[in-house]
C-alpha cells in the first residue's frame, strides 16, 4: 500500500532522505566563518551546525559525531578555531570511518577569516559535486526512523494533534519503522501508563525511574516544563501538560529506553530520555525545542514530526520538520507555516483516524523528497549546548 | 440546536469531572454536555476546561480519567478550572517570568 521512499546510500550502510554536506563549527569563535562559507552556497544542501562551548564536554563530542555521520549528512567540514577543546582529530577519524568524505580547517593555522573562507568554499563546492552526482536508492520504511516533539503547546495540542501523531507513529510502527519520542519533563504522571505498555517489566521500572528522575531534575531547579503560554493556552499543570505530550505515543508497546546518541537497534517505539544523569549542572534539561530536535536527530532520526498548538515555526538543519498545528485559530494565523491541520478534529470536520492517515502518508512524501513548509521558507534552526549522560542499563533495551 | 450545542463542549472520559470547551464560549452559555445542562459561569476559551460538577476542595481534577491536579477550594458546575482553582500533585508551575517578586 505505501510506496517506497527514495533514499541516499551511505558507506555504513545506512540511508537518508536528503543528501546534506555539513559545515561544522567547534566552539563560536568559527560559528562566523562556518555560516559564511554555508551562505555562499545558498542551497538547502548545505547546512551549518555546532557547538558554541570552548570547554570539553562528552555529550557534545558524542552529539556531533553522532549528528556528521547522520544518514542525511554525507559529508563534513569541520570548521575549528585552533585552539577550543573539542576533539576535532576524533570527529574527523569517526566521520572518516564512517565512509563520508571529511575536512578539517583551523582559522589559525589558514591564516584567519578570508583564507579559511576560500579554502572552505572550495573543499564544499567540490564535495557538493560529487555528492550531487550520487543516485537516489529506494529506501524501505523500516529504515525511516521518525522523532516526535510538541512546542508552544496548548490544550488543543493534546485533543487533536498529538493523538493523531500518535496514530501515525503506530501505521509507521506497523510498517516496520522506529518511533522515537521524548522529554520525559513532560511526562510527569504518565509513569504508570508508560510502564504497563513496556516490553518486560524490568523496561516498565526505567520508565518509570527516568520519569522520576525528571521530576528531582525540575524540582531541583524549581519548576517544571511549563512555560507561560502553556497555562494562557488551557493547560493548568504539568500533568495535564503530559497527558497531552504523551499522547504522541500512539498505543504500541513500549521498545525501549534510549539516550541521546543512542540508535535503537531496530523498528518500534522508544522513549528518548533528555533528562541529564547525575547533580544538576548546566542548567535546564533543554533549552529550546531545537535542543530536543538534534537530540532525536542524534539517535537516527531521518524525519520529525513537530505539533503545536500556540504556533511554532521552527524547522532544523539535517532532518525535515512535518508541522501539525493543532489549533485551527492558529492554522488560520500561520497557515503557511504549517504542514497539517488538525484543529479540523476540533470543528467536527475530520476524524482522528484520517488525521493519523494524513500524516502517515505526509511523512511518505516527505520521504520522497517533497519539502516540507519549514523547509520551503529556508528554516534550519540548531543548538547543542553542555551536558552529561551515563550508559543506559540492559533493562532499558531488552532483546 | 441541540446537536450544534452538544459539539461545544466535550468530556473525554465517562469518569472526568471537567469537560473540554470545543469553541469559545460565553458566560452564561447554556451547554449541554455529557447528559447534563450547565450555565457557564465563566467565560471559557478554546481547549480550556469547566467543571461538569461540584468539584470539593481537594478533590482530584479528572482529564482523560488521568489526574491532572488537585482543586485547592470549591469548584462550582459550570465554572472554569484552571491555574486559580487547581495546583499540580507534582510541580507547581513557577516559572521565573510568572514568580511573584518577594
Given at each position: 500500500m505505501t510506496l517506497p521512499l527514495i533514499g541516499y546510500a551511505r558507506a555504513d550502510g545506512r540511508k537518508g532522505i536528503r543528501n546534506l554536506l555539513l559545515v561544522v563549527y567547534l566552539v563560536e569563535c568559527a560559528h562566523h566563518v562556518a555560516r559564511e562559507i554555508t551562505r555562499r552556497f545558498e542551497s538547502k544542501d548545505v547546512q551549518c551546525i555546532g557547538f558554541a562551548g570552548c570547554y570539553p564536554n562528552a555529550y557534545a563530542q558524542d552529539m556531533l559525531q553522532a549528528l556528521c555521520t547522520h544518514?542525511?549528512?554525507?559529508g563534513a567540514l569541520l570548521v575549528s578555531l585552533g585552539c577550543e577543546g573539542f576533539n576535532r582529530t576524533a570527529l574527523a577519524s569517526a566521520v572518516s570511518a564512517s565512509g563520508r568524505p571529511v575536512h578539517t580547517l583551523s582559522i589559525q593555522t589558514c591564516g584567519g577569516t578570508r583564507a579559511t573562507l576560500e579554502a572552505g568554499q572550495a573543499w564544499v563546492a567540490q564535495a557538493l559535486q560529487s555528492l550531487r552526482a550520487e543516485q537516489p536508492v529506494p529506501m524501505d520504511w523500516s529504515e525511516l526512523s521518525v522523532g516526535t516533539i510538541c512546542g508552544g503547546s496548548d490544550a488543543t495540542s493534546g485533543l487533536t494533534a498529538n493523538p493523531a501523531m500518535g496514530v501515525a507513529f503506530d501505521l509507521l510502527i506497523a510498517s516496520g519503522g522506529t518511533a522515537i519520542f521524548e522529554e520525559t519533563g513532560e511526562l510527569i504522571g504518565m509513569e504508570e501508563l508508560m510502564a504497563q505498555r513496556a516490553r518486560t517489566p524490568e523496561l516498565g521500572q526505567a520508565l518509570r525511574d527516568s520519569v522520576a528522575k525528571a521530576a528531582r531534575y525540575y524540582a531541583t531547579l524549581g519548576y517544571p516544563s511549563f512555560a507561560p503560554g502553556n497555562a494562557e493556552g488551557g493547560l493548568t499543570t504539568i500533568e495535564e501538560k503530559s497527558l497531552g505530550a504523551y499522547a504522541k505515543s500512539g498505543q504500541s508497546g513500549i521498545d525501549g529506553l534510549i539516550k541521546p546518541g543512542t540508535r535503537p537497534p531496530k523498528g518500534g517505539l522508544y522513549l528518548l530520555d533528555v533528562v541529564p544523569d547525575g547533580e544538576v549542572r548546566f542548567g535546564f534539561p533543554n533549552i529550546n525545542d531545537n535542543a530536543e530536535i538534534a537530540e532525536l536527530m542524534a539517535c537516527g532520526c531521518q524525519l520529525i514530526l513537530f505539533s503545536t498548538g500556540r504556533g511554532s515555526v521552527v524547522g532544523s538543519a539535517i532532518a525535515p520538520v512535518i508541522k501539525v498545528c493543532a489549533n485551527p485559530d492558529t492554522y488560520r494565523r500561520m497557515q503557511e507555516d504549517m504542514d497539517v491541520d488538525a484543529g479540523r478534529i476540533l470543528e467536527g470536520r475530520a476524524s482522528l483516524a484520517q488525521v493519523g492517515q494524513e500524516i502517515f502518508e505526509l511523512m511518505g512524501r516527505v520521504g520522497q523528497g517533497q519539502a516540507t513548509c519549514s523547509e520551503a521558507l529556508g528554516h534550519q534552526e540548531f543548538v547543542l549546548t553542555y551536558k552529561q549522560f551515563v550508559s543506559a542499563g540492559p533493562a532499558c533495551l531488552p532483546v | 440546536m441541540a446537536s450544534s450545542e452538544l459539539s461545544r463542549a466535550l468530556q473525554l472520559a465517562p469518569t472526568d469531572n471537567v469537560v473540554v470547551a470545543l469553541a469559545d464560549l460565553s458566560r452564561g452559555a447554556t451547554i449541554d454536555v455529557a447528559g447534563v445542562s450547565l450555565s457557564l459561569r465563566d467565560p471559557i476559551k478554546i481547549g480550556h476546561k469547566f467543571a461538569l460538577r461540584e468539584i470539593a476542595a481537594g478533590e482530584r481534577i479528572l482529564k482523560y480519567n488521568c489526574p491532572i491536579g488537585s482543586a485547592t477550594r470549591r469548584i462550582e458546575a459550570g465554572e472554569s478550572v484552571h491555574t486559580h482553582n487547581v495546583r499540580s500533585d507534582y510541580l507547581a508551575n513557577t516559572t521565573p517570568t510568572m514568580a511573584v517578586p518577594p
Amino acid at each position: 500500500m505505501t510506496l517506497p521512499l527514495i533514499g541516499y546510500a551511505r558507506a555504513d550502510g545506512r540511508k537518508g532522505i536528503r543528501n546534506l554536506l555539513l559545515v561544522v563549527y567547534l566552539v563560536e569563535c568559527a560559528h562566523h566563518v562556518a555560516r559564511e562559507i554555508t551562505r555562499r552556497f545558498e542551497s538547502k544542501d548545505v547546512q551549518c551546525i555546532g557547538f558554541a562551548g570552548c570547554y570539553p564536554n562528552a555529550y557534545a563530542q558524542d552529539m556531533l559525531q553522532a549528528l556528521c555521520t547522520h544518514p542525511n549528512v554525507g559529508g563534513a567540514l569541520l570548521v575549528s578555531l585552533g585552539c577550543e577543546g573539542f576533539n576535532r582529530t576524533a570527529l574527523a577519524s569517526a566521520v572518516s570511518a564512517s565512509g563520508r568524505p571529511v575536512h578539517t580547517l583551523s582559522i589559525q593555522t589558514c591564516g584567519g577569516t578570508r583564507a579559511t573562507l576560500e579554502a572552505g568554499q572550495a573543499w564544499v563546492a567540490q564535495a557538493l559535486q560529487s555528492l550531487r552526482a550520487e543516485q537516489p536508492v529506494p529506501m524501505d520504511w523500516s529504515e525511516l526512523s521518525v522523532g516526535t516533539i510538541c512546542g508552544g503547546s496548548d490544550a488543543t495540542s493534546g485533543l487533536t494533534a498529538n493523538p493523531a501523531m500518535g496514530v501515525a507513529f503506530d501505521l509507521l510502527i506497523a510498517s516496520g519503522g522506529t518511533a522515537i519520542f521524548e522529554e520525559t519533563g513532560e511526562l510527569i504522571g504518565m509513569e504508570e501508563l508508560m510502564a504497563q505498555r513496556a516490553r518486560t517489566p524490568e523496561l516498565g521500572q526505567a520508565l518509570r525511574d527516568s520519569v522520576a528522575k525528571a521530576a528531582r531534575y525540575y524540582a531541583t531547579l524549581g519548576y517544571p516544563s511549563f512555560a507561560p503560554g502553556n497555562a494562557e493556552g488551557g493547560l493548568t499543570t504539568i500533568e495535564e501538560k503530559s497527558l497531552g505530550a504523551y499522547a504522541k505515543s500512539g498505543q504500541s508497546g513500549i521498545d525501549g529506553l534510549i539516550k541521546p546518541g543512542t540508535r535503537p537497534p531496530k523498528g518500534g517505539l522508544y522513549l528518548l530520555d533528555v533528562v541529564p544523569d547525575g547533580e544538576v549542572r548546566f542548567g535546564f534539561p533543554n533549552i529550546n525545542d531545537n535542543a530536543e530536535i538534534a537530540e532525536l536527530m542524534a539517535c537516527g532520526c531521518q524525519l520529525i514530526l513537530f505539533s503545536t498548538g500556540r504556533g511554532s515555526v521552527v524547522g532544523s538543519a539535517i532532518a525535515p520538520v512535518i508541522k501539525v498545528c493543532a489549533n485551527p485559530d492558529t492554522y488560520r494565523r500561520m497557515q503557511e507555516d504549517m504542514d497539517v491541520d488538525a484543529g479540523r478534529i476540533l470543528e467536527g470536520r475530520a476524524s482522528l483516524a484520517q488525521v493519523g492517515q494524513e500524516i502517515f502518508e505526509l511523512m511518505g512524501r516527505v520521504g520522497q523528497g517533497q519539502a516540507t513548509c519549514s523547509e520551503a521558507l529556508g528554516h534550519q534552526e540548531f543548538v547543542l549546548t553542555y551536558k552529561q549522560f551515563v550508559s543506559a542499563g540492559p533493562a532499558c533495551l531488552p532483546v | 440546536m441541540a446537536s450544534s450545542e452538544l459539539s461545544r463542549a466535550l468530556q473525554l472520559a465517562p469518569t472526568d469531572n471537567v469537560v473540554v470547551a470545543l469553541a469559545d464560549l460565553s458566560r452564561g452559555a447554556t451547554i449541554d454536555v455529557a447528559g447534563v445542562s450547565l450555565s457557564l459561569r465563566d467565560p471559557i476559551k478554546i481547549g480550556h476546561k469547566f467543571a461538569l460538577r461540584e468539584i470539593a476542595a481537594g478533590e482530584r481534577i479528572l482529564k482523560y480519567n488521568c489526574p491532572i491536579g488537585s482543586a485547592t477550594r470549591r469548584i462550582e458546575a459550570g465554572e472554569s478550572v484552571h491555574t486559580h482553582n487547581v495546583r499540580s500533585d507534582y510541580l507547581a508551575n513557577t516559572t521565573p517570568t510568572m514568580a511573584v517578586p518577594p
